[in-house]
């Protein structure tokens, strides 16, 4: 007759019912996964939380193997030799701090986990207990503020944010570069400061009533507004406001555009064509470059071009081939010396019709501001 035996090893199945008690009471007032192992690395036990983050559906397929399951082949190749270090020297080097490591999961995706890891002497049973917490969310959102930082500090479109006691809690280099201030000498004050007195006396009143109505006058519209720098004087801008939720709270973003130089732009504008209108001269209007900007009615009678015709093209079209060449080193002299002296002089040149019939000129060149 003959008797065969079959064995199987109960230390780490009695192991983990003795730890069971412990686990649901780890599990109970954790928020993040545990998980146990023995000195060697050998997995004892996980919450439920751990099945989820390393997408197990079964604790047995993580019980009775090593951690390094649980690591990406970098990490889980130098695992073992720092267990067995700790065990030789007792020096803690991991042990009872907090460090972010890669993590990898049953379909071997990686995710970044803030790891503390304990050390717990159980009668004669030692063990390592650790607590982890998936930073996938974190990073992103790390990410997305580092973006956002970015974007803020390269926008030629200045952002404050506030919250909603009117406080200034972002003010982006745009910003200060178009009220004066510093973001220091900005946050934590009222957004009144950037507004003219009349406005400011009654700010903190729009704002307690739209948080008691949320009834939007303002918010999600763009407005044109007078704001006041640093040094007082008032400019002229638009600006819209946003309202998002931060940490449960209510914020407001502002993106505001100066338009003062827009403004005189459009003045100037406005001033050249009513002189165009009355004006017998002949009025040209280039850029720094010799762009043509403005060609009045006259100009379109001496020159034989139409508006569309010149408007964008150089100024030198309207001169001799043989004199197009001093007029450009002309433009680049002015460009590089400031003021020549032919600026607010009146002087002959030549120019050319546009059927090449030269035009016997005299100009007075002026700067425009």
Not at 21 to 41: C, V
């Amino acid at each position: 007759t003959t008797f065969v035996a079959f064995a199987t090893d109960l230390t780490l199945i009695r192991k983990a019912e003795a730890d069971k008690f412990l686990y649901s009471e780890i599990d109970r007032q954790s928020p993040n996964g545990t998980i146990t192992a023995t000195p060697q690395g050998v997995i004892t036990g996980a919450n439920p939380k751990v099945l989820q983050m390393f997408g197990y559906d079964d604790l047995n397929e993580l019980i009775g193997n090593n951690l390094t399951m649980l690591m990406p082949k970098s990490y889980a190749d130098k695992h073992p030799g720092y267990l067995e270090e700790y065990a030789r020297t007792r020096v803690k080097r991991a042990i009872d701090s907090t460090r972010e490591i890669c993590g990898q999961k049953k379909d071997k995706t990686t995710f970044p986990i803030e790891l503390r890891v304990c050390e717990i002497e159980n009668g004669e049973n030692t063990f390592f207990l650790g607590f982890l917490r998936d930073q996938t969310r974190e990073q992103q959102l790390e990410i997305s503020n580092g973006v956002n930082q970015m974007a803020l500090n390269v926008s030629e479109e200045a952002v404050v944010l506030i919250n909603d006691f009117g406080l200034i809690q972002q003010f982006s280099p745009a910003a200060e570069r178009a009220w004066g201030y510093t973001v220091n000498e900005v946050m934590g004050r009222n957004v009144k400061m950037l507004t003219p007195p009349d406005v400011a006396a009654k700010h903190d009143g729009y704002l307690k009533t739209y948080m008691k109505t949320k009834v939007k006058h303002v918010i999600d519209s763009t407005r044109t507004v007078t704001t006041v720098a640093k040094s007082g004087l008032e400019f002229m801008v638009t600006i819209r406001i946003s309202e998002v939720e931060m940490h449960g709270e209510s914020v407001f973003v502002g993106f505001v555009r100066n338009i003062t130089r827009e403004r005189e732009c459009q003045t100037k504008q406005a001033l050249i064509e009513k002189l165009d209108a009355v004006t017998p001269l002949v009025v040209v209007i280039s850029n720094r470059t010799g762009v043509i900007q403005s060609f009045n009615d006259n100009a379109v009678k001496l020159f034989g071009y139409e508006k569309n015709e010149v408007i964008g093209k150089n100024v030198s079209l309207l001169v001799p081939d043989d004199h197009a060449g001093n007029h450009d080193r002309f433009m680049e002299e002015y460009r590089r010396r400031g003021p020549a002296r032919v600026v607010g002089q009146s002087v002959k040149i030549v120019g050319k019709h546009k059927s090449g019939k030269p035009l016997q000129l005299q100009i007075l060149i002026t700067e425009l501001e």
